[in-house]
């Protein structure tokens, strides 16, 4: 066993000093601190269990602000050694992290001078405007007087995001560190993009030693008494105070300002209602301001950024309870729209952004993420969002606004984006350092042959080709209730057309299922994926095919019995601990579900309903991370973790609430003020939902669905405004 995975269960010493003596901590540490994060804005941090920063190589532990890590260490010693954790918890609305700590027992001279668990300190910790604010309570709980030495060490290497990930750099740029009278040190970087980023830590009071790379406090405490002590630690901020109180207040007021007059769910499971506490809380901590409204940054740590594909889909599966966010995603991507061709960033007029990026590397090109455009979906995703979005709302206004937007992602669609004119959109990197593979499922082999061959050339995914279709549907209807009625049936033909080649080239019937991708050689990728199943999302598969790949995908080759895998067990790539290549992936089990519905395979539904949802209950927080390992459901024990994905995700996060929708049936008619639940069913493990504060338009409406046995009962407790609410169902 190698040192990095050996457990280190033994009991440690450490040497330790006091401003008196020399002392020994006797601890025992752990194996696994798991991280924990936090976020505003353009800034989080990601944190041990103990509160720590400690950054390693490959690690993802700082504080990030713009793509940059400004503080990559900060730990609190106790007489030297780090003090023992008793527990540590994320509030429930991610506003604080809040950590107990205690002293290890003190050797002096071989006897005990401070026994364990007689000094209790409270560390508390939130983020608020590019400043992340701590405060220590320091209480002694013992019957005598003792002194303490508290120690806090920072050092920072302002490492860009991608170096932080793995990249490596030949060049930086210079580094200092000054000290500002008696409570304040910045650590400063010139990078080579000539910005100047600047940390400052603050502390109040000020401490008894401050140097370059740590802050001592020498405590006297009495029985019972406790010292409070704060630390600011500002991103480009100079003149950040540690006014703890005031600015908890005040994040916490922002909090409920941006939570107020929400839509709400509320079930009869008590595990469901802290998956969707947990969800809504991740959702809103991703949120960031934008100068075009409120967009969903993809995750944490490596994401924390505007993605196109990432805002759109997280979008799309809030627009039934949350449509404002769909509004803020459409602006920014629309006002980054690309305008001219940038082969670098795989930039062609009319494309939808895929990435932004603010860090150093980026600024000076070492990668292509600044601005870049190398997905092949964010741009039918665009479309499509922009006229789900105004049949959500019925906001014409706005719609009129994006039209030019939305004509030019059409453009590219029919133009750059089908290299060889044959009706299909397709992908190929303009750029070397650009993306291989374009799709959701961007990994360098997710795209292969049935016999394992990687697909070359300009490849036709087959879930794209859907998007196109549902984009082009969804754009003739808004075209139609803008009067361009000429528009709308060309654009319904189109997508009739494009359904018919679809069936044509990526139907295989060897496999009973939509082939993966077509190569540069129109050669289909005939391997058995997940993909189809968003074929069923975006409503191009023919009835009777919806049927086969409907079944398919419950069958225990795709699902592991927590959900459906990204790729079916024993094809060529098949791997279970891979990212793209067999891995269970919660947004695209969503945009599964939402097909299934769509075709009604409502059992279907609350089969894949009801394994997301045990998963959910075996991790962290009931959080559903970016993806976790398609091992197969094992009596007993909880789905296998991946490693480094991101938690939380914004799509994974939406996830519980899109299950929802595609067990309601829900759809929304603002132009005649109704809302209808089609073939409405509920999974066995929910008795009872109650949606508040439902809104369509300037109306409002709470829904209490009940089930009984195979059927459903609706009632509403509360109706503003003009609306209906229906429940349909069909054959």
Not at 67 to 77: A, F, K, M, P
Not at 142 to 159: K, M, T, V, W, Y
Request: include cysteine; aromatic fraction near 10%; charge should be neutral.
């Amino acid at each position: 066993m190698s040192p990095k995975t050996a457990p280190k269960t033994a009991v440690q010493a450490f040497a330790v000093a006091t401003a008196s003596e020399a002392a020994f901590a006797i601890t025992a540490t752990r194996s696994v601190r798991p991280p924990r994060a936090l976020k505003y804005g353009d800034t989080f941090v990601v944190l041990d269990s103990r509160g720590d920063i400690a950054a390693s190589r490959g690690g993802s532990a700082g504080l990030f602000h713009q793509d940059t890590r400004y503080l990559s260490r900060l730990e609190v010693l106790v007489n030297g050694a780090p003090p023992l954790l008793l527990g540590s918890n994320l509030r429930d609305d991610n506003s604080a992290f809040i950590v107990d700590l205690t002293n290890p027992d003190l050797i002096a001279d071989q006897r005990l001078v401070l026994e364990k668990d007689t000094v209790h300190i409270l560390r508390t910790i939130f983020l608020w405007r590019d400043t992340a604010y701590q405060r220590f309570g320091v209480r002694n709980y013992g019957d005598r007087a003792i002194d303490l030495q508290l120690s806090i060490l920072f050092e920072n290497d302002f490492a860009d995001l991608f170096e932080v990930r793995g990249s490596h750099r030949e060049r930086h740029g210079t580094a200092a560190t000054t000290i500002r009278g008696d409570d304040q040190v910045l650590l400063i970087y010139r990078g080579l993009d000539a910005r100047v980023r600047r940390t400052a830590l603050t502390f109040d009071p000020p401490p008894d030693r401050l140097t370059t790379d740590a802050a001592v406090y020498d405590l006297h405490l009495a029985p019972g008494e406790m010292r409070p002590l704060f630390l600011a630690v500002s991103c480009d901020r100079t003149d950040t105070r540690p006014l703890f109180l005031r600015s908890l207040i005040a994040a916490r007021r922002e909090l409920r300002e941006w939570t107020r007059d929400r839509t709400s769910v509320e079930t009869s499971n008590d595990r469901f209602n802290e998956i969707l506490c947990r969800s809504a809380a991740d959702l809103e901590m991703l949120m960031t301001d934008t100068p075009q409204g409120r967009y969903p940054y993809a995750g944490i740590p490596w994401f924390s950024t505007t993605f196109g594909r990432d805002g759109l889909i997280t979008a799309l599966q809030m627009l039934w309870w949350s449509p404002d966010v769909a509004l803020g995603v459409l602006r920014r991507l629309a006002a980054y729209q690309a305008k001219t061709t940038d082969l670098p960033a795989d930039a062609e007029p009319g494309k939808i952004l895929h990435e932004m990026r603010g860090g150093e590397m980026a600024a000076l090109r070492e990668v292509p993420f600044g601005l870049y455009y190398g997905s092949v979906d964010s741009t039918p995703l665009f479309v499509l969002l922009a006229g789900l979005y105004a049949e959500r709302t019925g906001d014409l206004e706005t719609l009129r606004a994006l039209w030019p937007a939305v004509e030019a992602a059409l453009g590219w669609i029919d133009g750059a984006g089908d290299f060889d004119g044959d009706g299909f959109v397709e992908y190929k990197r303009a750029g070397e350092s650009g993306l291989t593979n374009q799709g959701w499922k961007d990994s360098h082999d997710a795209i292969f042959h049935a016999d394992g061959r990687l697909a070359e050339g300009e490849i036709a995914l087959v879930e794209v080709q859907g998007y196109v279709y549902a984009a082009k549907r969804m754009a003739a209807r808004c075209a139609r209730r803008l009067g361009r009625e000429a528009a709308a049936r060309r654009l319904e033909a189109e997508a009739e057309r494009l359904a018919a080649r679809l069936e044509s080239a990526f139907w295989c019937a060897e496999i009973g299922t939509y082939a993966l991708a077509l190569d540069g050689a129109k050669n289909p990728c005939r391997v058995r994926t997940s993909n189809a199943g968003q074929v069923l999302f975006a409503g191009i598969a023919a009835p009777d095919r919806s049927a086969l790949v409907a079944k398919s995908l419950l069958q225990t080759d795709f699902f592991s019995g927590w959900g459906i895998r990204t790729v079916a067990r024993g094809e060529a790539r098949y791997n279970p601990m891979s990212y793209h290549n067999g891995s269970v992936w919660p947004h695209d089990n969503a945009l599964i579900a939402l097909g299934l519905a769509r075709y009604g395979h409502k059992r279907s539904v609350e089969t894949l309903f009801d394994g997301l949802f045990r998963a959910a209950t075996y991790m962290d927080h009931r959080r559903l991370p970016e993806l976790f390992c398609g091992f197969q459901q094992q009596r007993g024990h909880g789905p296998t973790l991946y490693p480094v994905a991101c938690s939380p995700q914004a799509w994974a996060s939406a996830t519980p609430f899109t299950l929802l929708e595609a067990s309601l049936g829900l759809e929304f008619d603002p132009f005649h003020g109704e809302i209808r639940l089609c073939n409405p069913r509920l999974p066995a493990f929910l008795d009872e939902v109650m949606v508040r504060n439902l809104q369509l338009g300037s109306s409002r409406v709470d829904l209490r669905v009940r089930r009984h046995n195979d059927t459903v009962s609706l009632d509403t407790p509360r109706i503003s405004g003009g609306i209906r609410v229906t429940v349909v169902y069909s054959s």
